[in-house]
């Protein structure tokens, strides 16, 4: 069947309803093993026709058996063409656990589906013999998922050419080992009872063609009360059955009176039975007297065709299509998809949003990462650079120290020098002072000499004038002597004492050479090392402001971060209400559907309460025409006064 994929069936193709005639009672196999070797009197089934489509008939398998926990199905045999098959969609309501339906009769070995599966039953078929007995009921499984089921909705007559009138309620059922999630409601009550019906007596004037069989598919939408609940179809009749009355009986639009409808028809009350008893005993002496057969009365012509226009009319109510129950179907299938795609709508925004989470995660730890790593940086830029200020700071003060140092130094040489060069003056001039008394002691003692020489010196003739004159030379001469001596000792002492303070001088001179050339050179170094750190601030400067250039950038990015947050934090909020206003209208829309669901529901347990009071009308309308005074008539109208619909008796 279409859209059911697992199904090991072949159909026979075709729609057009195929004229079967109405075989002799002499062709009718005899007994039911007969009917069955007729039945599957096929070959077995291959594994390859097992798993294709089996031409002109239609294999039929037992409940599947469990195999390395996957579900295998039994073929019992092929059904042959011309072997009644109804199909029937039963289509539930809600999902049901694979737990709930173990302990079922009906799956004594499991279905082979993993705990936890949600299973929903899609189609039923049950499948009977040529003799009506139903051999097993075929339900189709699927894993429920989120996708929207397109049902096949198909009824498969395959016509027979014998039948019979054998009620279909047996639990025996096939399953396929492919699994469906359900609902709730897995088995729901209303699969639909297929029965084959050849005739209502030896007559044959039932045909099969009316009662209803056709091989034509029918859709979801052409569904009506009927088809969710059972195709009443005549018993078997007795041999004595009444083939004037009742063969007579023709059923409008395909409509079949059930076994309790034609019991209120054809029982027959204590007082009819006695009637009939007299009458029998009264006429028994007429050989070719017609006799009413046990259980049936006769009737006048008039009484008969009220009887059939009536049961026409409760059958055309019976078969008639409900225009609530179509729409509110209609209106549920509409829910189903809106709800369908409103799923959809939710999945596909709770992806969205979980994007949008993921992106705005991400962003959240590009962010707190971006912030430590400019944290970080900070801190290490700040302490370098209070390191390399700190350093600048001392390498400023030394220098300042050095210059001052310098000074200082350059101040105290320079005063040393003028000193010096004031000393050296001085000594100069008393150099040139005591040469200059020495040129003139010596010019003195010259002029002396040569006054001496020029004077007229008259030696004193007597020797004691002589002695006179020589001894005050002689004083002259010590006195000038001793001058001369102390003269001479005093320049000695001068001029030694002056080379001691030249030599001094010079010592102290190469000293403050030899220290100023010393502080010369540290100086220079100090001028090297403070011009390095010099540079080495200007390159820390430098940093600096690319430091503080990408702290803007990165302040700057943090900033968009920020701003892109604050955004997905409005979407997200969007989206969560979007989310909302979603599943609010989802509920709606459920609650709708559950609410046009009881509505169909109420809808179909009226049309049975509808059918269930025509039934118990017609009996009770039965019994007053039988009824042979008012006092019964009044009876049973007493009898039919009744509050409530549960109260009617089973006709």
């Known amino acids: 069947m279409e859209g059911v994929p697992g199904l090991l069936l072949g159909l026979v193709e075709g729609s057009e309803e195929q004229a079967v005639s109405e075989p002799d009672a002499e062709q009718v196999p005899s007994t039911r093993a007969q009917m069955e070797r007729q039945l599957f009197s096929g070959p077995e089934l291959s594994e390859e026709e097992q798993l294709g489509p089996v031409p002109d008939s239609l294999s039929m398998f037992t409940p599947p058996k469990v195999k390395d926990g996957q579900p295998v199905l039994v073929p019992v045999g092929p059904v042959k063409y011309g072997t009644t098959i109804s199909a029937h969609v039963a289509k539930s309501k809600k999902t049901l656990l694979i737990e709930d339906i173990l302990g079922d009769e009906r799956f004594p070995k499991g279905t082979g589906l993993e705990s936890g599966t949600r299973i929903k039953s899609v189609l039923c078929l049950p499948i009977v013999t040529v003799l009506g007995d139903l051999i097993g009921i075929l339900e189709l499984y699927r894993k429920w998922g989120?996708?929207?089921?397109?049902?096949?909705?198909?009824?498969?007559?395959?016509?027979?050419?014998?039948?019979?009138?054998?009620?279909?309620?047996?639990?025996?059922?096939?399953?396929?080992?492919?699994?469906?999630?359900?609902?709730?409601?897995?088995?729901?009550?209303?699969?639909?009872?297929?029965?084959?019906?050849?005739?209502?007596?030896?007559?044959?004037?039932?045909?099969?063609?009316?009662?209803?069989?056709?091989?034509?598919?029918?859709?979801?939408?052409?569904?009506?009360?009927?088809?969710?609940?059972?195709?009443?179809?005549?018993?078997?009749?007795?041999?004595?059955?009444?083939?004037?009355?009742?063969?007579?009986?023709?059923?409008?639009?395909?409509?079949?009176?059930?076994?309790?409808?034609?019991?209120?028809?054809?029982?027959?009350?204590?007082?009819?039975?006695?009637?009939?008893?007299?009458?029998?005993?009264?006429?028994?002496?007429v050989e070719n007297a017609y006799v009413s057969p046990s259980g049936y009365r006769l009737v006048s012509e008039t009484e008969w065709n009220l009887l059939q226009k009536e049961v026409q009319n409760a059958g055309n109510k019976l078969?008639?299509?409900?225009?609530?129950?179509?729409?509110?179907?209609?209106?549920?299938?509409?829910?189903?998809?809106?709800?369908?795609?409103?799923?959809?709508?939710?999945?596909?925004?709770?992806?969205?949003?979980?994007?949008?989470?993921?992106?705005?995660?991400?962003?959240?730890?590009?962010?707190?990462e971006l912030e430590e790593f400019m944290k970080q940086s900070s801190e290490d830029s700040v302490s370098q650079i209070s390191s390399l200020t700190v350093r600048a700071q001392e390498s400023e003060a030394l220098l300042n120290e050095l210059q001052q140092a310098f000074s200082q130094a350059k101040r105290n040489v320079q005063d040393q020098m003028a000193v010096l060069m004031q000393s050296r003056e001085l000594v100069s001039e008393e150099l040139v002072r005591l040469q200059k008394d020495n040129e003139s002691l010596q010019g003195k003692h010259c002029l002396h000499v040569s006054l001496q020489q020029a004077e007229d010196f008259i030696l004193p003739e007597t020797g004691e004038g002589l002695r006179?004159?020589?001894?005050?030379?002689?004083?002259?001469?010590?006195?000038?002597?001793?001058?001369?001596?102390?003269?001479?000792?005093?320049?000695?002492?001068?001029?030694?004492?002056?080379?001691?303070?030249?030599?001094?001088?010079?010592?102290?001179?190469?000293?403050?050479?030899?220290?100023?050339?010393?502080?010369?050179?540290?100086?220079?170094?100090?001028?090297?090392?403070?011009?390095?750190?010099?540079?080495?601030?200007?390159?820390?400067?430098?940093?600096?402001?690319?430091?503080?250039?990408?702290?803007?950038?990165?302040?700057?990015?943090?900033?968009?971060?920020?701003?892109?947050?604050?955004?997905?934090?409005?979407?997200?909020?969007?989206?969560?209400?979007?989310?909302?206003?979603?599943?609010?209208?989802?509920?709606?829309?459920?609650?709708?559907?559950?609410?046009?669901?009881?509505?169909?529901?109420?809808?179909?347990?009226?049309?049975?309460?509808?059918?269930?009071?025509?039934?118990?009308?017609?009996?009770?309308?039965?019994?007053?025409?039988?009824?042979?005074?008012?006092?019964?008539?009044?009876?049973?109208?007493?009898?039919?006064?009744?509050?409530?619909?549960?109260?009617?008796?089973?006709?």
């Open 146 to 285: 989120n996708e929207t089921f397109h049902l096949s909705h198909q009824e498969v007559h395959l016509n027979s050419t014998h039948g019979s009138a054998h009620s279909l309620d047996t639990d025996a059922l096939l399953s396929s080992g492919e699994s469906l999630k359900s609902d709730n409601d897995m088995f729901k009550e209303g699969l639909r009872r297929a029965q084959s019906t050849d005739s209502l007596g030896t007559s044959g004037s039932l045909q099969a063609k009316s009662l209803g069989y056709n091989n034509k598919a029918k859709s979801a939408g052409n569904l009506d009360e009927s088809d969710f609940g059972p195709l009443v179809g005549a018993d078997s009749i007795s041999e004595n059955f009444d083939t004037a009355s009742l063969g007579s009986l023709q059923m409008p639009g395909g409509f079949m009176l059930t076994k309790d409808q034609e019991k209120a028809i054809t029982a027959m009350t204590p007082e009819q039975e006695e009637t009939a008893s007299l009458l029998s005993s009264i006429t028994q002496t």
């Open 319 to 368: 078969g008639r299509r409900c225009d609530m129950c179509s729409n509110y179907e209609k209106q549920l299938q509409g829910i189903q998809i809106q709800e369908a795609e409103t799923r959809d709508q939710v999945k596909k925004l709770q992806m969205m949003l979980r994007q949008a989470n993921d992106q705005l995660e991400k962003t959240l730890r590009e962010k707190q």
């Open 468 to 651: 006179e004159l020589v001894l005050k030379y002689r004083e002259d001469i010590i006195s000038v002597r001793t001058a001369a001596d102390h003269l001479e000792e005093k320049l000695k002492a001068e001029i030694l004492f002056l080379k001691e303070q030249i030599q001094a001088e010079q010592c102290l001179k190469e000293n403050i050479e030899e220290t100023l050339q010393l502080e010369i050179e540290n100086c220079k170094e100090e001028i090297a090392a403070a011009s390095s750190l010099k540079t080495e601030l200007e390159q820390i400067r430098v940093n600096k402001d690319q430091l503080e250039s990408n702290l803007k950038e990165k302040i700057q990015q943090l900033e968009n971060f920020e701003e892109r947050e604050n955004d997905l934090e409005e979407q997200l909020k969007k989206e969560v209400a979007t989310k909302a206003n979603l599943e609010h209208m989802m509920f709606e829309e459920k609650n709708k559907a559950q609410r046009l669901q009881t509505e169909l529901d109420v809808s179909e347990q009226v049309q049975r309460d509808f059918v269930k009071l025509s039934q118990t009308l017609q009996v009770q309308l039965e019994r007053i025409r039988q009824a042979d005074s008012l006092e019964r008539i009044r009876a049973i109208l007493n009898d039919t006064k009744l509050t409530d619909i549960n109260q009617l008796p089973e006709t």
